[in-house]
């Protein structure tokens, strides 16, 4: 089944500087990866996806990259700010009938002020 | 917030004793989803239903059910079956399962076993 792997678990960065978090997958079919953000005590909610049509695509300071050949996609946070600070989650679709997600197992990013 | 709605958010459960997880949706989505998030795993797939009065296991179904009698509800069962039934779970739903289309999530529901 698919397997998808987040990197890294723990992240901290002062603010202003930038952000990466790497997911890899195992399912070369899949083709829609959404990036959810978690805070603490809150929901996840959805940031930013990427479809496998595109290579990136970039929603003010955050961006999102992806490699089809090498089966891996980024987040990108440019320009941190202390409300960056959360549990960042990536995922990749399942191309059976379910088109479930499956999850990377998150990044908890701290922004240092 | 609203749209999707858990219920209660935290809750505690005697061993050997079933507990029912309340999920309701106002968005007319189709799908709805459960998953359980445990510290350092992510979110993994309980069960999810594509469609009313249908739904399927996810990768982790054991000790769990479900039904979706109605579009706007989809309920979560934990039996004395499941083991490690501490966590914290959460519903989920969008437009259209048979599709990728964001998730919108609850707020989830904190279940201790005492």
């Known amino acids: 089944g698919e397997n998808v792997e987040q990197h890294p678990s723990t992240l901290s960065v002062q603010e202003g500087d930038s952000a990466v978090i790497k997911c890899t997958y195992s399912?070369?079919?899949?083709?829609?990866f959404p990036w959810y953000k978690q805070e603490l005590g809150k929901r996840p909610q959805l940031i930013i996806d990427?479809?496998?049509?595109?290579g990136e695509k970039k929603d003010q300071r955050i961006a999102v990259t992806l490699n089809k050949t090498a089966k891996h996609f980024s987040l990108h946070i440019t320009e941190t700010q202390p409300e960056d600070s959360a549990v960042y989650f990536c995922?990749?679709?399942?191309?059976?009938?379910?088109?479930?997600?499956?999850f990377g197992s998150g990044t908890r990013l701290l922004v240092r002020p | 917030d609203g749209g999707i709605t858990q219920s209660p958010k935290y809750l505690f459960r005697k061993e050997g004793q079933n507990v029912t997880l309340s999920c309701e949706q106002n968005?007319?989505?189709?799908?709805m989803y459960w998953y359980r998030q445990d510290p350092g795993q992510g979110l993994r797939l309980i069960y999810y239903?594509?469609?009313?009065?249908?739904?399927q296991k996810g990768d982790i179904a054991e000790g769990y059910s479900v039904s979706r009698e109605k579009k706007e509800s989809f309920p979560l069962t934990v039996t004395s079956a499941q083991k490690n039934p501490t966590a914290f779970y959460l519903c989920?739903?969008?437009?259209?399962?048979?599709?990728?289309?964001?998730?919108?999530f609850g707020q989830g529901t904190r279940l201790t076993v005492v």
């Open positions: 989920a739903s969008s437009i259209e399962g048979r599709v990728n289309t964001e998730a919108f």
């Open positions: 990427i479809r496998s049509n595109v």
């Open positions: 995922a990749a679709s399942m191309m059976d009938s379910s088109y479930k997600l499956i």
């Open positions: 239903s594509q469609i009313v009065n249908d739904f």
């Open positions: 968005l007319n989505h189709d799908a």
């Open positions: 399912d070369s079919a899949s083709n829609y």
